[in-house]
């Protein structure tokens, strides 16, 4: 058994025009599962996609930032893509890049889409986009925040096993 656990966490929120407030109230709330966390000795990854597959926005969301595809979302200059331990203010950066604004995605909420797209070649070996994110000995959580259901293309099923199968055939959980 490791001495920590790593956990590799993502959340895919939803960017449509009704999730302002509950992109806001997932900030406020936070504060609980990171403290949980702390406490447990985890060593986490935390990323922040939105669910647009279609297309991007530019100077979005409070504080401004771009919204991409698949792209972990921050606040250049501000708060880094992937949040950890070592994160100084954790709170306040996870709620600078979950309020993503409501720009983009009232075509299709795609949560497991996006995800997919975050994980998988080019975005996720690429280390301006999400390189970085994904570690081959850290448990992966996906996290879908929406209030519409999922729009993602393909079966249910599709995602299930590309998700299950990062982290190897035999890990179920």
């Given at each position: 058994?490791?001495?920590?656990?790593?956990?590799?966490?993502?959340?895919?929120?939803?960017?449509?025009?009704?999730?302002?407030?509950?992109?806001?109230?997932?900030?406020?709330?936070?504060?609980?599962?990171?403290?949980?966390?702390?406490?447990?000795?985890?060593?986490?990854?935390?990323?922040?996609?939105?669910?647009?597959?279609?297309?991007?926005?530019?100077?979005?969301?409070?504080?401004?930032?771009?919204?991409?595809?698949?792209?972990?979302?921050?606040?250049?200059?501000?708060?880094?893509?992937?949040?950890?331990?070592?994160?100084?203010?954790?709170?306040?950066?996870?709620?600078?890049?979950?309020?993503?604004?409501?720009?983009?995605?009232?075509?299709?909420?795609?949560?497991?889409?996006?995800?997919?797209?975050?994980?998988?070649?080019?975005?996720?070996?690429?280390?301006?986009?999400?390189?970085?994110?994904?570690?081959?000995?850290?448990?992966?959580?996906?996290?879908?925040?929406s209030d519409?259901?999922?729009?993602?293309?393909?079966?249910?099923?599709?995602?299930?096993d590309f998700?299950?199968?990062?982290?190897?055939?035999?890990?179920?959980?």
């Amino acid at each position: 058994q490791p001495s920590q656990v790593k956990s590799d966490v993502l959340f895919a929120i939803d960017n449509s025009g009704s999730m302002s407030d509950d992109q806001q109230a997932l900030a406020d709330n936070f504060s609980t599962f990171i403290n949980w966390a702390i406490t447990l000795d985890v060593d986490f990854h935390i990323g922040v996609i939105a669910t647009e597959v279609n297309s991007g926005d530019s100077n979005v969301g409070n504080p401004r930032r771009d919204i991409e595809p698949g792209v972990l979302v921050y606040v250049p200059n501000q708060t880094p893509k992937i949040i950890t331990n070592t994160t100084p203010n954790i709170n306040s950066a996870f709620t600078a890049n979950v309020n993503i604004g409501d720009c983009c995605s009232d075509e299709q909420e795609a949560g497991l889409q996006a995800a997919w797209m975050a994980l998988s070649p080019p975005l996720v070996d690429d280390p301006t986009k999400n390189g970085g994110f994904l570690r081959e000995d850290a448990k992966l959580y996906i996290i879908a925040v929406s209030d519409e259901q999922d729009q993602s293309k393909g079966e249910t099923d599709f995602y299930v096993d590309f998700f299950q199968n990062i982290k190897g055939p035999r890990n179920t959980d």
